[in-house]
T-cell receptor, first 112, second 114 residues
Framework: EDQVTQSPEALRLQEGESSSLNCSYT??????LFWYRQDPGKGPEFLFT???AGEEKEKERLKATLTKKESFLHITAPKPEDSATYLC?????????????FGKGTLLTVNP | AAGVIQSPRHLIKEKRETATLKCYPI?????VYWYQQGPGQDPQFLIS???????DKGSIPDRFSAQQFSDYHSELNMSSLELGDSALYFC?????????????FGPGTRLTVL
């Protein structure tokens, strides 16, 4: 069974203080690793897809990287509007072709 | 860009009542997924449909059923509602054949069972 573990559970940063979120995964045949941002009471907003180890993707202050066992979401010089829960999910090739398995998320709070 | 549309956005029901949630996928998307997210929890996969056929099934109670229609919209029918069914219900859609099968989520329906 696919498993995703995210750490830390919660992270408080000062505006401009860079940091990283971790997503460790166990999956039989990774078809894709996905990062989403979720604001309270709203649907997850798609950020990135990573497929192969060594792959990196960037979007504004966010950069996602992937190894064979984990992914990192690096946040550079965050702003208060980056405050949200960041979810990591995997899609494996074993069993279901469709089901995303999510981690429990990291709640990021950026203080001005 | 057009996004996934869900209705209603909020729904309040009594125990043992029935609820129907609707999902309209992004235009051209042919695959629809339903997820349930309890308070402080991660989204849990319920069921998915591809080209109007059920493609996968997760932890969906027998009291729930779903279908996808010819226009690709989907409905989640929930009967004999229980207090524990109170949650956010998300629909997501994707385009089969896309390499990464990226799923785009709707805004959700907040179901409260009293």
């Amino acid at each position: 069974e696919d498993q995703v573990t995210q750490s830390p559970e919660a992270l408080r940063l000062q505006e401009g203080e860079s940091s990283s979120l971790n997503c460790s995964y166990t999956v039989s045949g990774l078809r894709g690793l996905f990062w989403y941002r979720q604001d309270p009471g709203k649907g997850p907003e798609f950020l990135f897809t990573l497929y192969s180890a060594g792959e990196e993707k960037e979007k504004e202050r966010l950069k996602a990287t992937l190894t064979k066992k984990e992914s990192f979401l690096h946040i550079t010089a965050p702003k208060p509007e980056d405050s949200a829960t960041y979810l990591c999910a995997v899609l494996g090739s074993g069993g279901s072709n469709y089901k995303l398995t999510f981690g429990k998320g990291t709640l990021l709070t950026v203080n001005p | 860009a057009a996004g996934v549309i869900q209705s209603p956005r909020h729904l309040i029901k009594e125990k043992r009542e029935t609820a129907t949630l609707k999902c309209y996928p992004i235009p051209r998307h042919d695959t629809v997924y339903w997820y349930q997210q309890g308070p402080g929890q991660d989204p849990q996969f319920l069921i998915s449909f591809y080209e109007k056929m059920q493609s996968d099934k997760g932890s969906i109670p027998d009291r729930f059923s779903a279908q996808q229609f010819s226009d690709y919209h989907s409905e989640l029918n929930m009967s004999s509602l229980e207090l524990g069914d109170s949650a956010l219900y998300f629909c997501a859609s994707s385009l089969a054949g896309e390499q990464y099968n990226e799923q785009f989520f709707g805004p959700g329906t907040r179901l409260t069972v009293l």
